[in-house]
């Protein structure tokens, strides 16, 4: 299970073909690239976020300890 062979394949792409028609297709994927794209920015984000996050708490700390001494 999880391995597609390329009758498998034509049949999903025969099935999509049927369900949406050649119309519909182009839009849908659009649409699915664009749910992609925004993910994967809002998943930068969040990366880029938590890493100014530690950078800020470790500069932080070594201001805190450089004062106490």
Do not use: W
């Amino acid at each position: 299970m999880g391995n597609l062979g390329f009758q498998e394949i034509l049949l999903i792409a025969v099935v999509v073909l049927v369900l949406f028609g050649g119309r519909k297709i182009p839009e849908f994927m659009r649409g699915l690239g664009k749910g992609i794209r925004e993910f994967n920015d809002a998943k930068d984000n969040v990366k880029k976020e938590l890493e100014e996050g530690i950078k800020e708490k470790d500069h932080k700390a070594s201001a805190t300890t450089t004062t106490q001494q």
